[in-house]
């Protein structure tokens, strides 16, 4: 995304309803081929974002408290937040994007 795009983002998250938030997810649940292609060429795995989402859809806390981190973060942290987030499910194996989920539900 570019840094207008982000920035749009960052303000469109911070006034979402609950609601609102899990028609995103809803949405993102739902991706087409094409869409999903697009993630990967941005290098995030389409398969762990509807996995994340899930666990988020399932968990109301866990979606607040996702909102609350990002609705405090400027454009630009949330840009460094997910490439961060991106190099390092890059260098992950199947196996261990799994355990991180296991490991965050665990968590929770």
Known sequence: LTPEQMAEVNDKVKDMSADEMGQ???QMQ??????????????????MMKQSLKMMKDNPMM?????AMMSRMSPEQML???QNAQKQMANMSEADKQKALDDLKKGL
């Open 24 to 26: 995103m997810m809803e």
């Open 30 to 47: 739902n991706m087409g081929p094409e869409q999903e292609k697009r993630m990967r060429e941005m290098g995030v795995d389409p398969n």
């Open 63 to 67: 979606m607040k408290a996702a909102q």
């Open 80 to 82: 460094q937040a997910s």
